[in-house]
């Protein structure tokens, strides 16, 4: 499914004009292209943007092309387009460009034989997503994660996403981009062996098409089908395949012949071997006139289960020895395409380092060098679900500096500078990890201004009060003269501790009102027991508060 972006696109060389009517419609146009897959389409706004001076534009109509010629199998082409994408992209620091192009690479990667390869990629694109990414694009970044993370394996971890991806459609007011979701959680639950989840998302996605008047896709009534034959519900699945509307065109280069292959299978396992062989013969016409090399191999193997079922076993193992010399010399193109495309991705790897420099100084604050506040949205939530499941307890402390107007007032906003590094050292310094990073431990980040947020996972409300009292006086004690000179620099501290499934905002919003509560009481102290301990569980899909809720 493609994107449809409300992408924002930020003030650097090579962005053009954004405020200009010009520049308004090649968007336009592009999104358009990138929803429709127009080649066309793409090539003509490529030339526009480029005499524009547009190049956000220009290389999200490249990655249209690119993604095209992936589709028709040119893998080498495609993975040396992206290559040359990526670069520009890393340069231009565009988040929305990027979040694409880690898409696409991910695919590229997947069809190399690379399936790690591919969930790395999407949870790069995840990550690139700014806060204001509409809810479509999100919705189809979470779904391309989903089926990395059902390709390798983590079944539960796909169905988590695509639930997400869902709700990011009911966003979008989207709903037909519904019907992708629930056809990728069917097909996937089918791939992991879990044949009644299968059956009952297959049953959702008819439902949804149904409800929405549409009929479905051929990918969707295959996977369908697939679902019925994994309970065996052969009869089921052969009304399924049958029920496809003939107006509807297959317009994917393998989609009629993966068809007609599982209509095959279907009609063998009923007995109808007729009927069996001449949709047989109808896919391998679609795979001759197609050159689907690799789909042809699998009607191979679906004509010498035929052949078997009919007791013609010389020539079902006739048929089984081509299906392996065909199988072999199929492999030998794919080794020599993907060594091709191989090539491609690693002249990336340069491109890749910097791009995760890139990522890594857009988590930190550029004074400072602690983790900003997008780091803190982004991480929290997760840290905040492995201490509720380990039964941990998570302390958030939020400070802040007293006076601090007064330094920058009275002295200057260097020194104001110099007093917030300093400061964020004395922080570091009592949070830092054993090994030194702050991945998966603790961490502190600073918020904005004179505001700072320490997350200590795994410390109760006792040792982190006693913490940040240790901290409040190693600040205070510090030597400032040689900054200050008689400005005392001094912080007040909120400290919640919390447990159970929290939510972010509720820990945030509380930690706050208990570091306000502590510049009311005179500043230079630590509030910590203020408020009972907030304690956050989710009931009928819908968030409620045990005990006296934060306010709002």
């Known amino acids: 499914m493609a994107d449809v972006s409300q992408a924002r696109f930020r003030s650097f060389d090579g962005a053009g004009d954004t405020t200009s009517p010009e ?44 993604d095209i010629r992936d589709r028709r199998g040119e893998i080498p082409t495609a993975a040396g387009m992206v290559r040359g994408i990526f670069r520009q992209a890393v340069d231009l620091g565009d988040h929305p460009l990027l979040a694409r192009v880690h898409r696409l690479l991910g695919r590229v990667r997947y069809e190399l034989g690379d399936r790690a390869g591919w969930l790395e990629e999407a949870t790069q694109a995840l990550a690139y997503l700014d806060d204001d990414a509409s809810p479509a694009v999100r919705g189809n970044t979470l779904t391309d994660l989903g089926n990395a993370l059902a390709v390798n ?8 996403r695509y639930r997400a991806a869902d709700q990011a459609y009911l966003a979008a007011g989207r709903p037909l981009m519904r019907l992708t979701v629930l056809n990728n959680l069917a097909y996937s639950e089918h791939l992991a062996g879990e044949a009644e989840r299968a059956l009952a998302a297959a049953a959702l996605l008819r439902e949804l098409a149904e409800a929405q008047r549409v009929p479905l896709h051929p990918t969707h009534v295959e996977t369908i089908a697939r679902a019925q034959m994994g309970v065996g519900q052969y009869t089921e699945a052969e009304e399924t395949l049958k029920s496809l509307s003939p107006s509807l065109a297959f317009d994917q280069g393998d989609t009629l012949a993966t068809y007609l292959i ?3 299978e279907v009609q063998r396992r009923r007995g109808h071997l007729d009927q069996a062989q001449a949709s047989l013969d109808a896919a391998v016409r679609a795979c001759d006139e197609r050159e689907l090399a690799e789909t042809r191999v699998q009607a191979l193997a679906e004509q010498a289960e035929v052949h078997a079922a009919r007791g013609e076993y010389r020539q079902a193992f006739e048929l089984h020895k081509r299906f392996h010399e065909d199988s072999t010399a199929l492999l030998g193109r794919q080794r020599v395409a993907q060594a091709l495309g191989q090539q491609a991705m690693f002249e990336t790897s340069e491109a890749r380092r910097e791009a995760r420099l890139f990522r890594e100084q857009a988590l930190r604050d550029p004074l400072t060098g602690l983790r900003n506040r997008r780091f803190v949205t982004e991480a929290l939530p997760a840290m905040i679900d492995a201490v509720a499941q380990a039964g941990r307890p998570l302390s958030v402390v939020m400070l802040d500096l007293d006076h601090f107007k007064r330094i920058n007032d009275a002295l200057s906003h260097d020194a104001g500078d110099r007093v917030l590094i300093t400061v964020a050292e004395l922080l570091a310094a009592a949070t830092q990890a054993p090994d030194g990073r702050d991945d998966g431990g603790e961490f502190v980040a600073r918020l904005g201004g004179e505001e700072f947020l320490l997350i200590l996972p795994g410390t109760g409300e006792a040792d982190a009060r006693l913490r940040m009292e240790e901290l409040r006086l190693t600040i205070r004690g510090y030597d400032w003269r040689p900054i200050t000179g008689d400005l005392p620099v001094t912080a007040s501290f909120g400290v919640l501790t919390a447990t159970g499934d929290a939510g972010i905002e509720a820990l945030m919003a509380e930690a706050d009102r208990r570091l306000h509560a502590a510049k009311r009481r005179g500043r230079d102290r630590v509030v910590a027991t203020a408020l009972p301990t907030v304690e956050i569980g989710i009931r009928g899909g819908r968030r409620r508060y045990r005990g006296r809720p934060p306010r709002s």
């Open 23 to 66: 520049f308004s419609e090649l968007l336009a146009a592009i999104e358009a292209a990138e929803e429709s897959r127009d080649e066309h389409a793409a090539m003509a706004i490529q030339r526009q943007a480029r005499i524009a001076g547009v190049l956000a534009v220009q290389l999200r109509a490249e990655l249209v092309l690119a």
């Open 153 to 160: 394996g983590d079944i539960e971890g796909a169905r988590h």
């Open 262 to 264: 599982t209509l095959a």
